[in-house]
């Protein structure tokens, strides 16, 4: 077994993860009941979702180490006992150690915000389990297919809320205007693949035009520009983080870090 | 062993699902298979059975309780030797729940998946008046498997069990 592997599947996971616990803080503060269930619901499929890389992660450091006779190769939460479990992957490592991507991690900002990055990330996502459910690895395989169907509602719902708001009223559409202007320079890193991902076989790059081709259907349709060219920010499949992961981090792990193996 | 299984069968079908109480296990699809499993010391000494289950959705918080309410029923019918295994592929699809389970929906008053709409759209039938004046409020409702409606004609909201 490949470590890369390892790496891979807690990049997955972390993504999720990251992006659920951020939708998650919409809960009972939605713009209307409704689109605050929408949202938490959204929240809830990706915390599933990251579970299940979660687990799938845990099984492989597990196996590894068993195999090595030694320490995990990418430093791992350990739990009780030193088997590493979907709880200590997810609140004992340290925010070097998640490998989500920068775009999952931006604030929430206002609803056009927490719009736009559910619709990039939705947009790549659903590209990228696309490819994986075909893939080699039997488990990534199936916890992509059945995720796929869940992502299909997300991008379908974020992309008709894109063009409600970028072709709504004038405040609205300065707002996607500003959200764009935030977020854009996170997208890039979505397409160039980490040493991981090229030794896991995944190529993400080859994502980038369909995704391409999708932001720009559906920005033409919400009448708001594709960005031109700019310098895109990169890092977080790496542990380089922009300074908000430290701060869901704080909350998300608060309980584990303060009360150690605390369960419910 | 066959009449075992079919009894197992049979205990696992009044097994109901937290979030619509109505609607067993088995109504859902969630039952995959049954698999005798060789005694063990672990179990007893007694021979045990494999219960293989698929969640509905991913984040599915139902799931671990109808992992907990399955194992219960089986211990309070005198199986002691069981083990649960959760799988994801073939992934759940609402294919997989049974004519009965689309019945007992509908007398409670959510509207049945609806191989027709595959997208939730305007026009799924009001479970209550039966009219199809009905528009959707919202493709997410309040469990993951279902979206919001409400009928044009009877008023009333409602909610539809997604195909999925």
Known sequence: ?????????????????????????????????????????????????????????ATLINEFKKLQGTKAPSPAG??????ATEDSLAYLRTEREFKNCLLVEQ???????????????????????????????????????????????????????????????????QRMLKAI?????????????????????????????????????VFEEATLPVPEKVFMQTGGKNGIHTEHLGFILTELQYLQRTYPNATW | MKIELKNIWKILEQVTDPEVPVLTITDLGIVRDVCPLPASPKGGGEPGFEIIITPTYTGCPAMDMIAMNIKLALIENGYSNIKITSVLSPAWTTDWMSEAGKRKLKEYGIAAPNKKFTIAL?????????????????????????????CNDCKEPFDYFKCH
Not at chain 1, 38 to 53: E, K, P, V, Y
Request: with cysteine; charged share 25%; glycine share 8%.
């Open chain 1, 78 to 83: 350990e739990g009780v006992g030193g088997e």
């Open chain 1, 107 to 173: 604030p929430n900002g206002d609803w056009g915000q927490t719009i736009l990055r559910q619709f990039f990330f939705s947009a790549y996502q659903y590209l990228l389990y696309e490819k994986l459910q075909a893939g080699k690895d039997e488990q990534i395989a199936a916890i992509s297919a059945k995720a796929l169907k869940e992502v299909t509602y997300h991008l379908r719902w974020s992309s008709e809320w894109v063009v409600r708001l970028g072709d709504g009223t004038e405040e609205s559409h």
């Open chain 2, 122 to 150: 305007d026009g799924i039938e009001c479970p209550l008046c039966n009219s199809t004046n009905t528009k959707l409020i919202s493709e997410f409702g309040s469990t993951a498997c279902k979206a919001l409606y409400q």
């Open chain 1, 1 to 57: 077994m490949k470590s890369s592997l390892i790496d891979y599947t807690l990049h997955l996971a972390d993504n999720a993860l990251v992006i659920a616990q951020c939708n998650a803080e919409w809960c009972g503060h939605g713009p209307i009941l409704e689109q605050d269930i929408a949202i938490t619901n959204i929240s809830l499929d990706l915390l599933g979702q990251s579970r299940n890389f979660y687990q799938y992660a």
């Open chain 1, 181 to 217: 202007d935030e977020l854009w320079r996170y997208t890039g890193e979505l397409f160039i693949s980490a040493d991981y991902e090229k030794e896991s076989g995944y190529d993400v790059s080859l994502l980038k035009d369909a995704w391409m081709k999708k932001v720009t259907e």
